[in-house]
C-alpha cells in the first residue's frame, strides 16, 4: 500500500473507514472496519458483522467476521471471510491504494478473485473489466499489469500460498476478535 506518510497509519484498533471509488473519481464502496495492523504482507483491517458497507444504491451489513490485507505494492486487497461464510477469499483488483488523510482509500478496478465454497476459485466481474477499461479508457499499461495480477493471485489462492493460506489470516480474525471485546472508539 503506497504510504503518503508512515504517521498517517491509525493505532491499531482506530475504528476508520475504507473508502474506494471508480476510475473517473466517482464514489464506490464504503466500508466500516478496524484497523488492525501490519506484517510482513502489508496492513490489515477487520469488519464484525452489522457494521456498515454501503455504494450508492446499495447497503450491505455483514454477517460474519472478515479482515482485509492491503499489500504494499496497493493493487489489491485481499479479503478473509470467517466461516461460516460461503465466499471464504474475495480479493478486489485496485489501483492507487493508499492512506489518505488517515484512512485507506482506492481505485477498484473491477476484477475479483474470488474462492466460493460451491462455485471453486475464479476471476469475477471480467464483463464489467471489459466494459471499464473501454469506457473510463484504462491506460493499456493498467490493463496489462492487472490481467496479469488476477491470473497470477488466482493461482496463488488455488495454491494456498501465503498470505492466502488459512493460517495467515486466521491470526487476523482473532486479533479482530480481540479487538471486539474492547471498546474501539467509534468512526469519524
Not at 479482515?67 to 505494492?73: A, D, E, H, N
Amino acid at each position: 500500500m503506497t504510504d503518503n506518510a508512515v504517521s498517517a497509519r491509525p493505532e491499531p484498533g482506530t475504528r476508520l473507514m475504507f473508502r474506494w471509488r471508480k476510475w473517473d473519481g466517482g464514489p464506490h464502496w464504503v466500508h466500516e472496519c478496524v484497523y488492525l495492523g501490519s506484517d510482513e504482507w502489508g496492513d490489515w483491517f477487520g469488519q464484525l458483522p452489522g457494521w456498515d458497507s454501503s455504494r450508492p444504491g446499495r447497503t450491505f451489513e455483514p454477517q460474519h467476521p472478515n479482515v482485509t490485507l492491503v499489500p504494499p505494492t496497493g493493487d489489491y486487497a485481499f479479503t478473509r471471510n470467517a466461516a461460516p461464510h460461503r465466499t471464504r477469499t474475495y480479493i478486489d483488483l485496485a489501483w492507487d491504494l493508499r492512506w489518505q488523510d488517515g484512512e485507506p482509500t482506492g481505485i477498484d478496478m473491477d476484477l475479483d478473485v474470488v474462492d466460493h465454497a460451491e462455485r471453486g476459485i475464479y476471476i469475477d466481474d471480467r464483463d464489467e473489466w471489459d466494459e471499464h477499461r473501454v469506457a473510463y479508457a484504462y491506460p493499456a499499461e493498467v490493463v496489462e499489469h492487472l490481467d496479469a495480477l488476477a491470473a497470477d493471485l488466482e493461482r496463488r489462492v488455488s495454491s494456498g500460498e501465503a498470505p492466502f493460506d488459512e493460517g495467515t489470516a486466521a491470526v487476523w480474525l482473532e486479533r479482530l476478535e480481540e479487538l471486539s471485546k474492547a471498546d474501539a472508539p467509534p468512526a469519524a
